[in-house]
C-alpha cells in the first residue's frame, strides 16, 4: 500500500512540480556538481529530452533545492528502484497509452507484459525478481531511442548487450546448463554476423529471430524459432524483394519450401522430424551450405543415401564437376517426393541430364534397367495388395499375408536406398528380395480367393446332399405314418 | 446283419427292457406340439458345441501370448479350421437363441408345474451355464472388443457389497483383465461348465424320459377327449433329426457367408475402442443399467440393477414354487403377462442396445 501510495505522490509530483527549464531540475544540477555516471548519462537521455527529472523514476520533489526535504517521504521520495521495482518505475509511464500520448509517442504499451510472458519474465536466481528487468538491456541512465546507435538494443549494439548474458558460461548455467554460450563466436562466422561486424544494420540479428520482449524458449510452440514457426520468420526478410534487392539473393526459397516435401511434412503435417530453415544453414551460424558440404548437409538425416553415394563412381564425376551433391538431382528448397520418374533415361528423369545413348552409356544402360528394376517391384507390390484387399473383402483370413506386404514395401525403400550406390548388382539384390516377398504373398492371396471359391462350392454341394437326405427323410417319415 | 448285432448286444445288456421303455413312450401332439422341438434343437446344437470345442482345442493356446494367432492360425492355416470356428461361435449364438425359445415356451405352457419342478429348474441351471460358456467363450480369442468387453462384464458384479470385489478378483484372477484371466475362462469354458452342464443335462434327459413329455393344461382339464400321440420313437425323433439336418445346413451357410472375424488382438494399454457391448444375449441387462439413474433413494444405481436382474433371475428360476394356481391346474394371468413383459422387455431393450 505504501509504495503504491509512493507512486501515486510521485506520477503527481512529476506532473504538477516538474521544473520549468532544466536549471530548476535540483535533483539533476546538485548529482552533476557531484560528477557521478548517472548525471553524465542524463542529459542525452531519451526521457530527459522529452521533460522527464530524475523525480520522474526516483520520486522526491525536483523543484525544492533543500536535499532533506527534496528526497524526504513526504516528497514521494522512491531512492533508487531494486529488482522488479525498476521495470514497475518503468511500466508506469510505458504501460499507459495515455501517458505516452502525453509525450508524443506512439511506442506500444504492452511491453512489460511481454517481458512478463517471456523466458527472461520467469523467476531470478535469487528467487527474488524476474530474470531481466527493463534496464537489463536498455541501461538506466542514458536510454537511448531503440533507433539511436548508441542504444544497447540497436541491431548494432544488440548482439553485444545480449551476449553480456548470454555468452556468460557461469550465469547461463544458473539458468539453463544445456543451453549453449558460443552463439556470438558462430553468428561472426555467419553471412548475417559477418555483414554485421561490417556494420551492415540491415542483417538479421538476434532480436530479428527471437523477438524483443517477448522472447520465448525454442521449444516454446508460441516462440518464432519453434520448427514450425522458424521458416516464417527467415522469410520475414528472405521474401521481402525491396528488403534483400541490395544481396542479391532469390527471394523464393519460403515459397519454395512451403512446397517441398520437408515443407509440407513441417508445415502441415507438423511433422517435427522434418527439417527447418536452420536444420541445413545452422541457426546462429547461419550460412548457405558450400558444394563440398551438401551431401554432409542432408547426410545428417538422410545417412544411408550420403553413405552410398559418397562410395559410388558419381562422388568423384560429381567433384570433378564441381556438381553439388544431392542438390543436382533433388534440387535445394523445392525438394519434391522422389518417385521413380526421378531414375531412368525418359526426357524427365534426372539422369538422362548425363547420360545418354551416346554421352556416358555405361550409366544410361544401369539408369536403364534400374528402372525397369523398381517399377517391376512396384507393380509386383501393387497387384498383391490388390490381392490381399480382394480376399480380405471376401472374409478370408490373411492377416499374415498382409503383414508379409510390409517385407515388400520395405524392400521398396530399401530399393530406393540402394540407387544412390548406382550399382545394378547391390540393386538388384535388393529388388530381388521385394519381388520374392511379392510373389510369396501374391500366391497366398490366390490360395485364399481359390479358398473362397471353394468353400462356395462346397456350401453347395453339403446344401445338396443334406436336402436330398432331408427329403428322403420326410418321405421315409410319411410313408411310416401312413403306415401306422 | 443289424439283427445278428442287436440280438449280441441284447445277450448282454438286455435291450429288450429300454426297447419295450422306448415302444411305449409317446410324445402329445396339439396346435403347439412345435414348441418340443427346441429341446431337441438345443440338444443337438450343445451336441455340435462340443464337438466343434474338442477340434478347437486340438490347436488352441489359452495364453495371452499365443490364444490370438492360435486362432489365427486355425483361420488360415487348419484344414477346415475356419469352418470349425466359425460353426462353433455361431452354434453358440443359436443354442442360446433356441434354448431362450425353448424356455419360454415350457414357460407359457406352464410345462414346469408338479411333477416336472426339476426339469424346469436344471433347465434354468443349464441356461444360465449357456450364458457362462458364451461369456467365458467371448473372451477365448483374446482380441481388442472381447478384451474390453470382459472388462466391462466383469466390473459389473464387482459394484456388489461385500461379496462383489471377491467375485471380481475371482472372476478375473486379479484386480485386472490379463492373461490369468484368459487361463481361468479358459478352464472355466473347456472344463468347469462343461462337467457341470453335462451331470445337469442327464438330469434333465433323464427326467423328459421318466416323465414324458407335458400337456398343455386344457388337453389335461378334458380327460375324457380322445387325445392324438405320436410314438416318441422312431417318428417323433426322425422328426427332430430332419430339423437337426436343417439346422445343420444353415449353420454351415452362415459359417460360409458370414465367417466370424477374428478382429485385432487385444491390448491392455490401448483405449478402449468407442462403441464396446457385450453379445447380444446380455444386451438388455447392459442397455438397462445405462438407464438407471446413478442413484436411487440411497443405492447405487448400477447395484439395484444387478439385485433387480439377480432378484428377477431367482423368481424366474422358482415359478414352479410360487405358481400354486398352475400346479392345480387353473389359469393364471399374472404369469402369463410376467412372461409376456419379459418377452417384449428383452426384444425391446435388445434392439435399442444393438441399434445404439
Known amino acids: ?484 | 446283419m443289424w439283427k445278428r448285432l442287436y440280438d449280441w448286444i441284447d445277450q448282454r445288456v438286455q435291450l429288450g427292457g429300454l426297447m419295450e421303455f422306448m415302444g411305449k413312450k409317446y410324445v402329445p401332439i396339439h396346435a403347439h406340439s412345435v414348441w418340443y422341438y427346441f429341446g431337441g434343437v438345443s440338444l443337438f446344437l450343445f451336441i455340435i458345441q462340443v464337438v466343434t470345442g474338442i477340434l478347437l482345442l486340438l490347436y488352441y493356446k489359452g495364453s495371452e501370448e499365443l490364444a490370438f494367432e492360435s486362432i489365427q492360425f486355425i483361420m488360415s492355416k487348419v484344414k477346415f479350421g475356419w469352418l470349425i470356428r466359425s460353426i462353433h461361435s455361431w452354434t453358440a449364438n443359436l443354442f442360446i437363441l433356441t434354448s431362450m425359445i425353448h424356455m419360454f415356451s415350457v414357460y407359457f405352457a406352464r410345462a414346469y408345474r408338479k411333477p416336472r419342478e426339476i426339469t424346469w429348474v436344471t433347465g434354468m441351471l443349464m441356461f444360465f451355464l449357456a450364458l457362462a460358456f458364451g461369456f467365458s467363450g467371448y473372451l477365448l480369442p483374446w482380441n481388442e472388443l472381447a478384451f474390453f468387453a470382459t472388462k466391462v462384464g466383469t466390473d459389473i458384479p464387482g459394484v456388489i457389497p461385500v461379496i462383489g470385489k471377491p467375485i471380481m478378483v475371482f472372476l478375473r484372477g486379479g484386480e485386472d483383465v490379463t492373461g490369468a484371466t484368459l487361463s481361468r475362462f479358459f478352464g472355466f469354458h473347456v472344463a468347469v461348465f462343461p462337467a457341470i452342464f453335462t451331470v445337469i443335462l442327464g438330469i434333465h434327459l433323464l427326467l423328459v424320459q421318466r416323465q414324458g413329455m407335458s400337456e398343455p393344461m386344457n388337453a389335461e382339464a378334458n380327460p375324457h377327449t380322445e387325445k392324438k400321440t405320436m410314438p416318441f420313437f422312431p417318428n417323433f425323433l426322425l422328426r427332430d433329426l430332419l430339423l437337426w439336418l436343417i439346422v445343420l445346413n444353415l449353420l454351415a451357410v452362415l459359417a460360409v457367408f458370414f465367417p466370424w472375424e477374428l478382429g485385432q488382438k487385444a491390448d491392455p494399454f490401448a483405449p478402449a475402442p468407442a462403441g464396446i457391448k457385450p453379445e447380444w444375449y446380455f444386451l438388455f441387462m447392459f442397455q438397462t443399467l445405462k438407464y438407471i439413474p446413478g442413484k436411487v433413494l440411497f443405492l447405487d444405481g448400477e447395484i439395484l440393477g444387478v439385485l433387480l436382474f439377480g432378484f428377477a433371475g431367482l423368481l424366474w428360476t422358482l415359478v414352479p414354487f410360487w405358481d400354486r394356481k398352475s400346479n392345480r391346474g387353473e389359469r393364471n394371468r399374472f404369469v402369463t403377462y410376467l412372461g409376456l413383459f419379459a418377452v417384449i422387455y428383452i426384444m425391446i431393450l435388445t434392439i435399442i442396445g444393438w441399434v445404439a
Open chain 1, 1 to 484: 500500500m505504501t509504495r503504491v501510495a509512493g507512486l501515486l505522490v510521485v506520477c503527481t509530483l512529476m506532473l504538477t512540480a516538474a521544473p520549468k527549464t532544466w536549471a530548476d531540475d535540483k535533483c539533476f544540477s546538485c548529482h552533476q556538481s557531484l560528477g557521478d555516471r548517472a548525471s553524465e548519462l542524463f542529459p542525452r537521455d531519451v526521457h530527459r529530452l522529452k521533460g522527464i527529472t530524475c523525480a520522474g523514476c526516483h520520486g522526491g520533489n525536483a523543484g525544492i533545492e533543500d536535499m532533506e526535504q527534496a528526497m524526504s517521504k513526504a516528497a514521494g521520495f522512491l531512492g533508487v528502484p531494486k529488482g522488479d521495482e525498476i521495470s514497475r518505475a518503468c511500466a508506469k509511464c510505458h504501460s499507459s497509452a495515455e501517458r505516452m500520448k502525453q509525450y508524443g509517442s506512439s511506442l506500444a504499451t504492452g511491453q512489460l507484459e511481454q517481458l512478463q510472458a517471456s523466458v527472461h519474465g520467469n523467476l531470478a536466481a535469487s528467487g527474488k525478481e524476474h530474470i531481466a528487468q527493463c534496464s537489463t538491456c536498455h541501461n538506466a541512465h542514458g536510454i537511448a531511442s531503440v533507433k539511436s546507435a548508441w542504444s544497447p538494443v540497436h541491431p548494432s549494439q544488440l548482439v553485444k548487450t545480449c551476449t553480456r548474458c548470454h555468452a556468460n558460461a557461469t550465469l547461463m548455467r544458473t539458468y539453463n546448463p544445456s543451453l549453449p554460450v558460443d552463439q556470438l563466436e558462430k553468428y561472426r562466422t555467419s553471412v548475417h554476423g559477418i555483414r554485421h561486424s561490417r556494420g551492415d544494420a540491415k542483417v538479421a540479428e538476434c532480436a530479428s529471430c527471437h523477438g524483443s520482449h517477448d522472447i520465448r524458449t525454442a521449444k516454446d510452440v508460441k516462440s518464432t524459432v519453434y520448427p514450425t514457426n522458424l521458416p516464417a520468420t527467415c522469410a520475414a526478410c528472405h521474401s521481402r524483394a525491396d528488403y534483400m534487392k541490395e544481396y542479391r539473393i532469390p527471394v523464393d526459397q519460403f515459397e519454395k519450401f512451403s512446397k517441398s516435401v520437408h515443407g509440407v511434412a513441417l508445415l502441415q503435417k507438423h511433422d517435427l522430424a522434418a527439417p527447418a530453415c536452420n536444420d541445413c544453414h545452422g541457426n546462429h551460424g547461419a550460412a548457405p551450405p558450400g558444394i563440398a558440404s551438401v551431401s554432409n548437409v542432408c547426410g545428417t538425416c538422410h545417412a544411408l543415401n550420403a553413405d552410398l553415394f559418397s562410395a559410388s563412381p558419381h562422388k568423384k564425376a560429381f567433384d570433378e564437376r564441381k556438381l553439388p551433391e544431392c542438390e543436382t538431382c533433388h534440387g535445394n528448397h523445392e525438394i519434391i517426393v522422389a518417385t521413380n520418374k526421378l531414375l531412368g533415361v525418359a526426357s524427365d528423369a534426372v539422369c538422362s541430364r548425363c547420360h545418354s545413348e551416346t554421352q556416358n552409356v555405361k550409366g544410361y544402360v544401369v539408369a536403364r534397367s534400374m528402372r525397369a528394376l523398381i517399377d517391376s517391384l512396384e507393380q509386383g507390390e501393387r497387384q498383391a495388395v490388390t490381392l490381399v484387399e480382394g480376399a480380405e473383402q471376401k472374409g478370408m483370413e490373411i492377416s499374415e499375408a498382409k503383414f508379409k506386404l510390409r517385407d515388400a514395401r520395405q524392400a521398396r525403400l530399401e530399393a530406393r536406398t540402394m540407387i544412390h550406390s548406382f550399382s545394378s548388382e547391390r540393386f538388384e539384390e535388393v529388388v530381388g528380395k521385394g519381388l520374392n516377398v511379392a510373389s510369396a504373398v501374391s500366391v497366398e492371396a490366390h490360395e485364399a480367393l481359390d479358398e473362397y471359391v471353394f468353400r462356395r462350392i462346397g456350401l453347395g454341394v453339403a446344401t445338396l446332399v443334406i436336402t436330398v437326405l432331408v427329403i428322403s427323410l420326410y418321405l421315409f417319415i410319411r410313408r411310416l405314418e401312413r403306415r401306422s
